[in-house]
């Protein structure tokens, strides 16, 4: 969420568009998505050329080519060479429709690549030289390193005219993202897809994760898979389809697939085609029941999209594929044929493994909303055990519509954009636990799924005394109380219950359900004691009363 500094610079680069003549908020996202995307390429084509003087190979985006007229130098189309022109000059690159900055951006990427296909409708709409000198020199001295400021920018602008969002969709923050892909792992034979892909946060960090945790040779020898098969996504939206299509481009994704369709309609025939789905789909939507495509609603009779979403992606997981979802907790808990027709598609046909309870504040400012994570995998054959449920009580900011974070800000950015929290040591981990439970929540779940867990742990997570030697035992490899917590303890925050109980409670997933609260036994006096010292403070008060009174005369 933007605040101090940022959101002043955003506030007066928006002021520069209104001033301008250019209010449509939309046209300013487009407009400003436009000029980061030229700023990120000339960051790209500088790190590339600093790496060929260590042997790295890269074909060059900015090229010297003869025009319809003269010749035409690319790079001339690089950010540091566009701010240092003439204003008038600047703006007749941008303007040019045969040989300017506009018509390169259209050509990145192959011919007839849907990259390429999306960015034939983006055109230029700054008409004043002097807004567009204003707004290049604003954005300059806006530091975007952090990749996670691009789509703050976006969120905090639709937010100015939306509220966050239509039809229940709301811009997942960065973390949450993180702590999906963390949880799943994605490697470099999934196929990976976001259904309902907005900017593409959610591809974008695992085409971080899947960088950050493999050889460049390996990476080199998967590129064609990375490059056009690996990201895949649907959305309906034009200005969306082109900031996902910009956003995984600028991160290394030549081709990605983002399908202008409406995912949960009759138009969408994908199936069995992803091993991977990470997804924060739409909550509280409706779509017209004649439109939704017939195999969905064979699960799922309903027009709520996020049910429809549910079936979804079941259809299109390969078998063996697995998913993590964002679901609103009536999807958890509601009483309708349609919710309980899709919990139990999940859980009796299918195998889920998790859920993950998050508290209201997460989607703050914009709704209040309570989530959770789902996690299950797709077997058409069953397979759901022990369901593990999670109680989110602490994402590591407040929960009031300012956010503000309650750890220290390099430690929540290690986690939620470096290194997955690795580097920090025990000690810490477990110190902000009380303020910052996605440290725990990704120890518990790896804990739980590896074969650590079955030495230690009784099937229904019953903790077991065993003799043997500590990192036989997994205490090496995860927090000291990851180990030695007992999983069927109902009042902690992580806890596992049964297939059968689920089925017994009606496929009822909301954790509430199943969680044991501890009352305190409170002791008070008995009536006739407080009404005997109530009748000594009423003495007392009159007898200071008739004190006070004889003063004053």
Same mark, same amino acid.
């Given at each position: 969420?933007?605040?101090?500094?940022?959101?002043?610079?955003?506030?007066?680069?928006?002021?520069?568009?209104?001033?301008?003549?250019?209010?449509?908020?939309?046209?300013?996202?487009?407009?400003?998505?436009?000029?980061?995307?030229?700023?990120?390429?000339?960051?790209?084509?500088?790190?590339?050329?600093?790496?060929?003087?260590?042997?790295?190979?890269?074909?060059?985006?900015?090229?010297?080519?003869?025009?319809?007229?003269?010749?035409?130098?690319?790079?001339?189309?690089?950010?540091?060479?566009?701010?240092?022109?003439?204003?008038?000059?600047?703006?007749?690159?941008?303007?040019?429709?045969?040989?300017?900055?506009?018509?390169?951006?259209?050509?990145?990427?192959?011919?007839?690549?849907?990259?390429?296909?999306?960015?034939?409708?983006?055109?230029?709409?700054?008409?004043?030289?002097?807004?567009?000198?204003?707004?290049?020199?604003?954005?300059?001295?806006? #530091?975007?390193?952090?990749?996670?400021?691009?789509?703050?920018?976006?969120?905090?602008?639709?937010?100015?005219?939306?509220?966050?969002?239509?039809?229940?969709?709301?811009?997942?923050?960065?973390?949450?993202?993180?702590?999906?892909?963390?949880?799943?792992?994605?490697?470099?034979?999934?196929?990976?897809?976001?259904?309902?892909?907005?900017?593409?946060?959610?591809?974008?960090?695992?085409?971080?994760?899947?960088?950050?945790?493999?050889? &460049?040779?390996?990476?080199?020898?998967?590129?064609?898979?990375?490059?056009?098969?690996?990201?895949?996504?649907?959305?309906?939206?034009?200005?969306?389809?082109?900031?996902?299509? &910009?956003?995984?481009?600028?991160?290394?994704?030549?081709?990605?697939?983002?399908?202008?369709?409406?995912?949960?309609?009759?138009?969408?025939?994908?199936?069995?085609?992803?091993?991977?789905?990470?997804?924060?789909?739409?909550?509280?939507?409706?779509?017209?029941?004649?439109?939704?495509?017939?195999?969905?609603?064979?699960?799922?009779?309903?027009?709520?999209?996020?049910?429809?979403?549910?079936?979804?992606?079941?259809?299109?997981?390969?078998?063996?594929?697995?998913?993590?979802?964002?679901?609103?907790?009536?999807?958890?808990?509601?009483?309708?044929?349609?919710?309980?027709?899709?919990?139990?598609?999940?859980?009796?046909?299918?195998?889920?493994?998790?859920?993950?309870?998050?508290?209201?504040?997460?989607?703050?400012?914009?709704?209040?909303?309570?989530?959770?994570? &789902?996690?299950?995998?797709?077997?058409?054959?069953?397979?759901?055990?022990?369901?593990?449920?999670?109680?989110?009580?602490?994402?590591?900011?407040?929960?009031?519509?300012?956010?503000?974070?309650?750890?220290?800000?390099?430690?929540? &950015?290690?986690?939620?954009?470096? #290194?997955?929290?690795?580097?920090?040591?025990?000690?810490?981990?477990?110190?902000?636990?009380?303020?910052?439970?996605?440290?725990?929540?990704?120890?518990?779940?790896?804990?739980?799924?590896?074969?650590?867990?079955?030495?230690?742990?009784?099937?229904?997570?019953?903790?077991?005394?065993?003799?043997?030697?500590?990192?036989?035992?997994?205490?090496?490899?995860?927090?000291?109380?990851?180990?030695?917590? #007992?999983?069927?303890?109902?009042?902690?925050?992580?806890?596992?219950?049964?297939?059968?109980?689920?089925? #017994?409670?009606?496929?009822?997933?909301?954790?509430?359900?199943?969680?044991?609260?501890?009352?305190?036994?409170?002791?008070?006096?008995?009536?006739?004691?407080?009404?005997?010292?109530?009748?000594?403070?009423?003495?007392?008060?009159?007898?200071?009363?008739?004190?006070?009174?004889?003063?004053?005369?």
């Amino acid at each position: 969420m933007i605040t101090g500094e940022l959101k002043t610079q955003i506030d007066g680069i928006w002021n520069t568009f209104w001033t301008g003549g250019i209010s449509n908020t939309i046209t300013i996202v487009e407009q400003l998505t436009y000029l980061i995307f030229i700023k990120d390429l000339d960051e790209t084509e500088t790190r590339n050329e600093r790496k060929a003087l260590r042997g790295f190979k890269y074909t060059p985006l900015f090229a010297i080519y003869k025009g319809e007229k003269d010749e035409v130098n690319q790079q001339d189309f690089r950010w540091k060479n566009l701010k240092e022109m003439d204003v008038n000059a600047r703006h007749n690159i941008f303007t040019n429709t045969v040989d300017g900055v506009f018509p390169f951006i259209r050509s990145l990427g192959q011919n007839k690549s849907l990259f390429s296909t999306y960015m034939k409708g983006a055109t230029f709409g700054i008409s004043k030289p002097s807004v567009l000198d204003q707004v290049m020199e604003k954005l300059e001295r806006i #530091d975007m390193t952090n990749q996670d400021t691009k789509g703050d920018i976006y969120e905090y602008l639709l937010s100015k005219l939306e509220g966050g969002g239509t039809a229940g969709q709301f811009r997942t923050p960065r973390h949450i993202i993180k702590l999906m892909v963390e949880l799943m792992q994605p490697t470099l034979e999934d196929t990976i897809c976001d259904p309902s892909a907005g900017t593409a946060g959610f591809l974008v960090a695992a085409k971080e994760y899947i960088d950050k945790h493999n050889e &460049m040779t390996e990476l080199d020898k998967h590129s064609e898979h990375i490059n056009k098969t690996m990201f895949n996504g649907t959305e309906f939206d034009a200005t969306m389809l082109r900031i996902a299509s &910009m956003n995984l481009y600028l991160h290394g994704v030549e081709e990605p697939n983002i399908v202008d369709v409406d995912a949960v309609s009759k138009d969408n025939t994908v199936s069995n085609a992803y091993t991977l789905v990470l997804a924060n789909p739409p909550f509280k939507g409706t779509i017209d029941k004649d439109s939704i495509s017939v195999g969905l609603k064979n699960v799922t009779d309903t027009s709520k999209t996020e049910l429809l979403f549910l079936a979804l992606i079941l259809r299109q997981l390969k078998t063996g594929g697995r998913a993590a979802v964002i679901v609103p907790d009536g999807v958890l808990f509601g009483s309708g044929k349609a919710h309980k027709s899709i919990r139990e598609e999940i859980i009796a046909n299918n195998r889920l493994e998790a859920v993950i309870s998050m508290p209201s504040g997460v989607f703050k400012p914009y709704s209040g909303v309570s989530t959770a994570i &789902m996690i299950f995998t797709k077997t058409g054959s069953g397979g759901t055990n022990n369901v593990w449920f999670y109680n989110m009580l602490a994402d590591g900011k407040s929960l009031d519509d300012k956010r503000n974070l309650l750890v220290d800000e390099d430690l929540f &950015m290690a986690f939620a954009f470096g #290194d997955g929290f690795e580097k920090a040591d025990q000690d810490l981990k477990l110190a902000v636990h009380e303020k910052f439970n996605l440290p725990q929540i990704l120890d518990h779940y790896r804990y739980i799924k590896s074969d650590f867990f079955k030495k230690m742990h009784a099937v229904n997570g019953e903790l077991l005394q065993i003799n043997d030697l500590p990192l036989n035992l997994g205490f090496g490899q995860f927090l000291e109380n990851t180990c030695t917590h #007992d999983y069927s303890n109902r009042t902690s925050q992580s806890f596992l219950v049964p297939f059968q109980e689920i089925k #017994d409670n009606d496929w009822d997933l909301s954790i509430n359900r199943y969680k044991e609260i501890v009352y305190e036994e409170v002791i008070y006096d008995a009536p006739k004691d407080i009404l005997k010292r109530i009748n000594s403070i009423n003495i007392l008060r009159e007898v200071i009363a008739k004190q006070l009174e004889q003063n004053l005369s």
